[in-house]
């Protein structure tokens, strides 16, 4: 991305932290990882408070999978590969235009109540805002994948979108229903009589007038002969 930007043209990043390590952290990370289990270090890490204390089923599928489908000795090197992460040193501006930045557009996408959330802010504010989404879901925790599927969905669809890709998909209803408002207050408009201005009387033939008035004269007559009629029944 930011070494071989022309490769990339649309990038979309979950929870993204360009920040490294620092040493408070660390220090942190390696006394919670003395009294923690390794699943409980990598659900601390993936969802937020709210998450760990009320949605139980999430949080014990979750522990049963990596304690149980993950090789834990590839877990414990990924963590602490991880936690040894330098920053991306992201610039927005910089001298001579030669900022450390990515160029491509770019979606992120945190949830409400993800632990993330601050990194991901902070990310947003390096970036360029010109091509920067900043997408926060709301009541979603760390994982809007699995929390928020549809709307994450509905999200890579506009991202892919406004970059000028699949212009036929489908809509919303949100959008279908604003549509289709729009289409009949159209034909509530097309359906009221329009007034007749002198350019629309300038484009007709004589004969065309003519025959109008003719019509509208004989309207008239109908009209009032049939009033007449109904007088004369009511005598």
Known sequence: MLNY??????????????RGESMIGSIAHKMSGWIQALPDHVINHMFG??????????????????????????????????????????ERTGHGGNARNLTCQTL????????????????????DPTKTTLLKMADCGGLPQVSQPGKLTEAFKYFIQGMGYIPSA????????????????????SNKPQPQTTDSLRGRTP???????????????TVASSRSSKAELAC
């Open 5 to 18: 930007p022309d490769q990339v043209e649309g990038l979309v990043l979950i929870n993204i932290n360009a």
């Open 49 to 90: 408070n709210d998450e760990i204390h009320n949605n139980h089923d999430l949080i014990a599928t979750y522990r049963d999978h990596i304690s149980n489908d993950v090789n834990q000795s590839n877990l414990a090197q990924f963590i602490k590969s991880y936690q040894n992460r330098r920053g991306l040193e992201l």
């Open 108 to 127: 992120l996408v945190v949830g409400d109540n993800s632990p993330a959330v601050g990194s991901v802010v902070e990310c947003n504010a390096k970036l």
């Open 170 to 189: 489908s809509m919303t209803r949100l959008v279908h229903a604003r549509t289709a408002s729009g289409s009949s207050i159209a034909s509530c408009d």
């Open 207 to 221: 004969t065309d007038v003519s025959m109008e008035s003719v019509s509208n004269k004989n309207a008239v007559q």
